[in-house]
């Protein structure tokens, strides 16, 4: 309730602003600039310290650093020596009263900054000031801006509340030119009124008169020129700007030429009998009584004056400067008509008038454009001003005036001079009726603040209407400090120590179109006062309370408040002794006199957190008590209220303080109550241990943040509210604070360490409802999961007893409660636990509850019926469905709690509960499980082995499990544990985890995960394996369809036209810039493809022969609702076209072996114009096959193709040969893949390639390769023997050319065979060409054993079969030799 600055807006980009409008300062090198300021000014360092004084230094620094400290993204980045440059000082500011556009003009260029609304860090709304427009203003050349205001246009709607319809930015020149502008820099209207500088705009709009003699003022622009002041109504310049933005948007719309304007009306006067004027103030039209106008006529015209009957309205103009030091003007109404500038004039014909002339203009009428081009190119005419002689002055030769600043009631006026005085001066009277010091350069504000409606209505005046106080603030830029002064003679009520280089921005006026029709019921959002930072870019504004305002004699509000400030000063400080501590503010408290203050004072004492509760208790009480001893009728109610409410509060804390305070503690006397749930508890006893095992891993918590810890006083005074009838309700805060009070409440019972009874019979008469009691009892429960399974039977029973004793309360259960029905109680018990995520204590609750509710309900039908028939009810039902659900629900999550193996793919535990598996559909459960394989990295093999022995354990799985129990530690780390757990979940949920389902699930999740993260290969093979897995044809159908088409084939497409692209395996950056994977994820991809492409035409084929699964779920959990499961999505898929999977599966083959091999290729160009067409069309729809002979032409590529993959493969597999020991099997991924041949013939009979030749190519290059096992292998396949032939009779030559011409160790004896040689063959053996063979160096064994398959292949009447027969005469005496 004291002065205070508040920040309201943020200025964005300040540092862009000053650098645009320093621009042509920028260049100047900074060494320079430093130097010559050195040089030329005075060492003011000793003046500036003394004048200053070390304690505003201190204040103003800690004040910068506060600032500084700011995080905000508004705040404004400057380095600190430009920190220290008052920039802003040099500039033309201007703020609109709306505070929703800001002016900063220097010389030639100006920029216009705009509100707009963002959200902090905090997520709180703040408005900030961004630049909307920047650029140049001036169009004359040499002018500069000299002033500038922002005028906001209020609406003419009728809906409009009060906010500005747009805001016109007035500008003066120093050519003397005045322009008005739009928000986005456009001009609107341009009038050179007198041909000197602009020296000042200033403006008056409508205010509502608060008194009826008031006289009702008229909205006028004035401009002050050195010599002369203009004065524009306000009406006429808010219709003509209206016209204007008007014309000019329509203008823009229709792309034509903007029509010019007609001028402003508008009236001059010269301003006589002063030397130099500075500033002025219109002060507006004014009535003297009779006896002021008698002496002013007897001043004036002497003796003999004579005087009219009705004094006559005048306007008082106020200026300030120097000869005299400020001077009064008045213009009688009605003297002087206004003037139209030369404009008008010219464009007017001798028969029209001229305002009549200049509109028709202005609307279109006269189009004569050359002669408008004329008058605009000649300098306008200037009208000459009406004198107005000077009334009176106060002279002060040495003094010079700087400014001044007009009140809002418009009776006084602050004038500061060059002698750093500011001066209050009186204008009805006109005089100074009181001066301040010390202000050199100050800038000056008005504050007129109402009378809050409160205090109004204690007041004795309040039939009155409301009074309105008046403080003139002072900005002081030399000590950096904002002073608030109440008026006229009042004290200093406000000083805040601020930067040095701020601009404090008055504006003075409002919206401008207002009256007092369209003023009714109106809220003008305007800001009187605003202190603009550069330093920090902030905007602030300065609140002062109207209580101020009243002296401290007459005004008991201002003693409160002073109370009120040494009782905070009071709470603030740690080391009063509680004694003294309690006496002070109890006699603060009770001197405070104002009902509302005094409710602050207690409400600030209440939730200070140093004061002990004893205090608070006994002060409350005291001055409930001295409340109590008033009269009725002076006492106010709603303090009486608050402290009869906190006492109670206050009451009940101590009391549930002191019970679990207490030694004493209620010995258990229902040891025989609880034999059923303890047979339940034995039953679950082993799960609840694992899954106690797996929640009570470490965890580090801070001392302080201990839930044993009680809360504070406060924090429980503030979560507890009395209501009118005198029960206390809980506010419901955040989770945190809800959990705290739960913990004080009833932790202490639920341990056994406080009285039960008690408490509960505590609670119950402070008048909390049971309800409220019942919510937070589960949530200290639930939340306190770990310590409760520390001592589960202990605990249950403590529950057991608290919840009993809950329902036994008045307003629990209803006492019409039919027990065929269910009860709203139990019902809070069952959604508790359905919505709690820790699923053993949920389950301990459920299993207490049923037994309480079930004991309720026999104990009803016994008084009803005194029958022996146990009572059937819903309510039961309920409770064994909801038991049941939340023991699947613990199975589940211990699963889930198990630990990822050390490397796997790890993420967040999922967190499950009824309500959330119930919400994710039919399929939830299966999903969560999905998403815990994925986390384990479990193969699916592995899983696929852990399914089987769940089919062979369902009869001695309780059996297996009472043998382990004693090794625990060790199944714990052993995977058996963790299958044992699977095998357990998936025996709980038959249905929703059969094989098939959890294989769809984990098969989708896979591939989902492999989406996020595409270089992880293993991802979406491991997908595909799971898809394999899947039994059912129409499942595994309907999940290829959908993986192919959400996931894969948008990728495979890329990859395929990047391919047909580059025509070859493209490189790593290529495949990461098209398809957005490495090219190693490239070739696994493709792989992927082949095998998924593969599963699905399986699976159509099998589709006819089996029927579709039916799809169900267990019997508990038939309340399902949510997004349908995958295999039921599945199922919903459309049948694929065979065809065109066939034909999609060859296309990913041949990619997937370029890739591998990396050969070059253009894949599309393999296929005709039909099968091109026909790719990467949805796999459902029936699309153009090609059909019939195949090309020549595209036959041999594809052939080409092929044999260049046998080849690929033959080194691949002879490289991994040779570094392997004996004859090794291939591997069953990756180049040496043993299925490659066999796919290779494949696609031959599909492609229309013989494949004949890839097997007689295959057998070549085995040979060529020198893996002649393998070879005889393939030969035994081939057809046409004699090609063949042939062909291995040249291979043949080569190698023995090799042994006999070629070889580095050429042996005599070889030489000599060759000599032996018959003469054909040593010339054909020359001819051949060894170094074709990629393996020479063959064992002549070998090469013996190939000529013998060459002449059993041959027949006898072959060409070459006699040179077979020479070959292996030679090859068998080289053997010889050897």
């Known amino acids: 309730m004291s002065c205070s600055l508040l920040e309201f807006c943020w200025l964005q980009e300040l540092k862009t602003v000053r650098d645009f409008l320093y621009q042509s300062k920028k260049t100047e090198p900074a060494e320079d600039k430093n130097q010559t300021d050195n040089e030329l000014s005075w060492d003011t360092s000793d003046w500036e310290s003394a004048w200053d004084g070390g304690d505003n230094k201190e204040g103003e620094s800690t004040d910068n650093n506060k600032t500084g400290q700011s995080t905000s993204a508004t705040t404004v980045e400057e380095e600190t ?22 002016v900063v003009a220097r010389e030639h260029r100006a920029a216009f900054l705009s509100a707009k609304w963002r959200t902090d860090d905090s997520g709180r709304e703040e408005m900030t000031l961004a630049v909307s427009w920047s650029g140049t203003l001036s169009s004359e050349e040499g002018e500069c801006v000299s002033s500038a205001i922002c005028i906001p246009l209020a609406s003419q709607k009728r809906s409009s509340t009060g906010r500005p319809d747009w805001t016109c930015v007035v500008v003066g020149f120093t050519s003397g030119y005045v322009r008005f502008y739009t928000e986005s820099g456009v001009l609107l209207l341009a009038q050179l009124l007198h041909e000197d500088p602009v020296l000042r705009l200033k403006c008056r709009t409508y205010e509502i008169p608060r008194h009826p003699g008031v006289t009702e003022q008229h909205e006028e622009l004035s401009i002050l020129y050195p010599g002369a002041m203009v004065t524009i109504d306000g009406f006429s310049l808010f219709q003509s700007l209206r016209a204007c933005r008007n014309q000019v948007a329509r203008a823009a719309a229709a792309g034509s030429d903007v029509i010019q304007p007609p001028p402003l009306a508008y009236k001059k006067w010269g301003l006589q009998d002063m030397d130099t004027i500075v500033d002025h103030s219109s002060v507006g039209i004014m009535t003297l009584c009779v006896f002021d106008q008698m002496k002013n006529a007897s001043i004036l015209g002497g003796f003999s004056a004579s005087v009219k009957g009705s004094p006559p309205a005048m306007s008082q103009y106020v200026t300030v400067g120097a000869g005299p030091y400020m001077g009064f003007y008045y213009a009688v109404e009605g003297s002087s008509q206004p003037l139209l500038s030369h404009v008008a004039l010219a464009v007017a014909s001798k028969l029209t008038s001229a305002l009549f002339s200049a509109a028709s203009g202005w609307l279109g009428w006269n189009k004569n454009k050359t002669e408008e081009e004329a008058v605009q190119k000649q300098k306008p005419k200037v009208e000459p001003a ?36 500011v001066t209050l001066l009186d204008l009805a009277r006109g005089i100074a009726i009181r001066m301040w010091k010390g202000y050199r350069d100050a800038q000056l504000g008005w504050l007129q603040i109402p009378e809050e409606r409160g205090d109004r209505e204690f007041s004795p005046s309040a039939s009155l209407p409301r009074r309105h106080a008046l403080f003139l603030v002072i900005y002081a830029p030399r000590r950096g400090i904002l002073e608030v002064w109440a008026m006229q003679q009042g004290p200093r009520v406000g000083a805040f120590t601020v930067g040095k280089h701020c601009r404090l921005l008055y504006a003075g006026y409002r919206l401008m179109g207002v009256n007092s029709v369209t003023s009714q019921g109106w809220q003008l959002h305007t800001q009187q006062v605003c202190l603009m930072d550069p330093s920090t870019g902030v905007l602030r504004t300065v609140n002062v309370p109207f209580h101020l305002a009243l002296s401290d004699k007459k005004s008991e509000q201002a003693k409160d408040m002073h109370l009120v400030k040494r009782l905070t000063t009071l709470l603030k400080s740690r080391d009063v002794e509680p004694d003294i501590f309690e006496s002070e503010a109890r006699s603060i408290l009770l001197d405070i006199k104002h009902p509302a203050i005094k409710k602050q004072a207690l409400e600030s004492l209440l939730s200070n957190k140093n004061a002990p509760v004893s205090c608070l208790t006994n002060i409350t009480c005291a001055l409930h008590d001295t409340l109590k001893q008033k009269d009725p009728e002076e006492v106010d109610i709603a303090l009486l209220q608050l402290c009869s409410s906190q006492l109670k509060l206050l009451q009940l804390y101590t009391d549930i ?90 932790w202490g019972c639920l341990c056994g360490k406080s009285p039960r009874h008690k408490v509960c019979d505590t609670l119950q008469q402070a008048g909390i409802s049971p309800q409220q009691l019942l919510s937070l009892l589960l949530s200290v429960w639930l939340q306190r999961e770990k310590e409760v399974l520390q001592k589960p039977v202990e605990s249950v029973r403590n529950l057991h007893t608290l919840l009993v004793a809950l329902s036994n309360m008045k307003g629990a259960v209803e006492e019409s409660w039919d027990p065929q029905s269910i009860s709203p109680w139990w019902q809070q018990v069952r959604c508790t636990c359905i919505q709690s995520h820790n699923a053993a204590a949920a389950l301990l609750a459920a299993l207490v ?97 852990i399914l089987q022995k769940r089919e062979n354990t369902d009869g001695d799985y309780k059996q297996h499990k009472e043998e382990e129990e004693g090794n625990e530690e060790k199944d714990q780390k052993d995977p058996d544990r963790t299958a044992e757990l699977l095998v ?59 993986m192919w088409s959400t996931f894969i084939v948008k990728r495979f497409s890329a990859a ?136 020549p032409g595209l036959v041999s590529l594809r052939q080409e193709f092929l044999l260049r993959v046998l080849t690929g493969w033959v080194e691949a597999i002879d490289d991994f040969s040779s570094s392997a020991s004996g004859s090794p099997t291939l591997p069953s991924t990756g180049p040496r893949a043993d299925w490659w041949p066999s796919m290779c013939l494949e696609l031959g009979s599909l492609l229309q390639v013989n494949p004949d030749i890839l097997r007689r190519h295959l057998v070549c290059e085995l040979y060529n390769q020198g893996l002649d096992l393998r070879a005889e292998e393939v030969m035994l396949e081939v057809e046409d023997k004699d090609v063949l032939g042939s062909q291995l009779l040249v291979l043949t030559g080569q190698r023995l050319s090799y042994s006999l011409l070629h070889s580095q160790s050429q042996t005599q004896a ?23 063979l990629r393996c020479p160096l063959v064992p002549l064994p070998q090469t013996s054993r190939l000529v013998g398959r060459l002449i059993e292949m041959l027949p006898e009447k072959h060409a070459q079969y006699s040179l077979a027969l020479h070959l292996l005469e030679a090859i068998e005496a080289l053997t010889t030799e050897d």
């Open 849 to 945: 509850a049923h037994r309480a509710a079930k004991a309720s309900i026999t104990s009803r039908a016994d008084s009803k019926l005194q029958s022996e028939w146990e009572a059937v009810s819903l309510e039961l039902e309920q409770w064994v469905v909801c038991v049941r659900q939340l023991e699947d629900v613990l199975v589940l999550q211990t699963l889930l709690l198990v630990p990822p193996l050390q490397g796997a793919a790890g993420g967040a535990t999922v967190q499950c509960s009824i309500k959330t598996l119930l919400e994710g559909g039919t399929g939830g459960i299966a999903d969560s499980v999905s998403k815990w394989v994925f986390r384990q990295s479990m193969a699916p093999e592995r899983l696929k082995e």
């Open 81 to 102: 020596a430009g920190q220290k440059d008052p920039w802003l000082q040099d500039c033309v500011v201007s703020l609109s009263p709306c505070s929703d556009l800001l």
């Open 386 to 421: 009406t004198p107005l002689g000077i009334r009176f002055g106060l002279p002060d030769s040495r003094r010079h005036g700087e400014s001044i600043c007009l009140s809002p009631c418009n009776t006084l006026a602050g004038v500061t001079d060059d002698f750093g005085r």
């Open 657 to 746: 303080h002191q019970l679990h305070s207490a030694a004493d503690v209620e010995a258990s006397t229902e040891n025989d109550s609880l034999e059923g749930i303890e047979d339940e508890l034995s039953r679950i006893g082993p799960t609840l241990q694992h899954y106690a095992q797996h929640v009570s891993r470490p965890s580090v918590s801070f001392a302080q943040d201990s839930p044993d810890s009680p809360p504070p006083a406060q924090t429980f005074l503030s979560q507890m509210e009395c209501t009118d009838d005198g029960e206390l309700k809980v506010i419901r805060g955040s989770e945190a604070e809800w959990n705290q009070l739960g913990n004080f409440l009833f």
């Open 1056 to 1191: 395929a036209f990047l391919m047909e692209k580059v025509g070859k395996a493209p490189k790593d950056r290529l495949c990461r810039r098209d398809v957005g994977i490495g090219d190693k994820a490239m070739t696994s991809f493709l792989g992927c493809c082949v095998q998924l492409l593969q599963v699905l035409m399986e699976a159509d084929s099998a589709v006819e022969e089996v029927s579709a699964p039916e799809l169900s779920v267990e019997e508990a959990w038939c309340g399902a609702e949510g997004p349908a499961s995958i295999a039921e999505l599945a199922l919903d898929q459309r049948g694929v076209h065979f065809p065109l999977v066939q034909h999609h599966c060859l296309l990913a083959s041949l990619l997937h072996a370029a890739m591998t091999f990396s050969l070059r290729v253009k894949p599309l160009s393999l296929f005709d114009s039909k099968g091109k067409n026909a790719f990467f069309r949805d796999l459902t729809t029936i699309q153009l096959m090609p059909s019939g002979d195949m090309d």
């Open 984 to 1042: 357990a979940v998936c025996q709980r949920f038959p249905h929703s985890l059969s094989p098939d389902l959890l294989f769809a699930h984990c098969c989708w999740e896979y591939v989902v995960q492999w989406n996020k993260d595409p270089e992880e290969g293993r991802y979406l093979c491991w997908a595909v394996e799971h898809l394999k897995l899947i039994s059912s044809p129409h499942i595994q159908l309907g999940i290829s369809t959908m």
């Open 1310 to 1332: 070889a030489m000599e065979l060759l000599a032996r040689l018959p003469p054909t063959l040593c010339t054909w053996l020359k001819a051949m060409d060894p170094s074709e």
